[in-house]
């Protein structure tokens, strides 16, 4: 076992060493070191620094060309998204939506950057086949309002293991706090102050579509033909007619009643 730990810490520097750009995002990498090593999973795997200030991926490692047919200078939130398989990509969104309702409404802040989120879905690497992923994700910053600003994310193959999607969502201490493990992200806090019926437009709909998939304002503009003042507003109002504090809470909202 502790043969077996030395070797992962020196995969992990390996991998650290050629990252550009970590003192500037005021990341520890001793910290680093670790975290990879508590995260570490068997098989292929490749991981990803992100920053929310550039609403997309800081670094991606160039080992994500061993699990995924695309590299790492290619690799985006939006190209990603367009690989998941489209059963789950509500499922991400529940989860996504139960991690924020986790870290910022349950968690102290002394406690945000000691917890870790994991749960799995599957992605397309060849025309109809798809493997499965198991995410793990790790804040490793916080900005002045106490939010996670720059986090580490995983992504490991577990398809040779023969593991199935598991629908659930965990969060694990990396410190002695307590586990939360096997929850429901559907169920767990569901909007109870929505009705059901679709209240958005045609349009809005079509929005809400595109910002699932990871398109910014821009791009959905292009993409709708519409100007991104039009694209903002509808983002804004959509947030308004779902009761939604934010965009990423009304796409759980609108993909587990079906509207998307």
């Known amino acids: 076992m502790e043969k077996d730990l030395t070797y992962i810490t020196a ?7 050629g990252i550009p750009g970590l003192e500037e995002l005021g990341i520890d990498t001793q910290k680093l070191y670790k975290l990879l090593g508590n995260m570490f999973c068997p098989g292929h795997f490749y991981y990803i620094i992100k920053d929310t200030r550039l609403r997309d991926f800081a670094y991606v490692a160039p080992q994500i060309s061993k699990v995924l047919p695309i590299r790492a200078e290619e690799a985006s939130f939006e190209s990603l998204m367009k690989r998941i398989h489209s059963a789950d990509k509500a499922h991400i969104a529940c989860c996504e939506q139960l991690k924020e309702t986790f870290y910022y409404d349950f968690l102290p802040t002394e406690l945000l950057t000691h917890y870790k989120v994991s749960y799995s ?5 060849g025309k109809g086949i798809f493997i499965l992923l198991h995410h793990q994700e790790v804040p490793l910053r916080l900005d002045e309002k106490n939010r996670i600003q720059v986090s580490l994310i995983i992504h ?8 199935s999607i598991n629908r659930k969502i965990s969060f694990m201490s990396l410190g002695k706090g307590k586990h939360f493990l096997g929850m429901d992200p559907t169920k767990q806090h569901p ?3 929505h009705s059901g019926k679709n209240p958005l437009t045609r349009k809005q709909i079509e929005v809400l579509k595109c910002l699932s998939e990871g398109k910014n304002l821009k791009k959905i503009a292009e993409d709708l033909r519409i100007s991104p003042h039009t694209a903002r507003t509808h983002r804004n109002n959509i947030r308004k007619k779902l009761n939604c504090r934010n965009t990423r809470h009304a796409i759980a909202l609108a993909c587990r009643e079906g509207w998307i």
């Open 156 to 163: 490991s193959s577990l398809s040779h293991l023969g593991f």
């Open 11 to 17: 995969l992990s520097q390996t991998h650290i060493s």
């Open 191 to 193: 909007n109870s102050s």
């Open 121 to 125: 879905f599957r992605i397309r690497t």
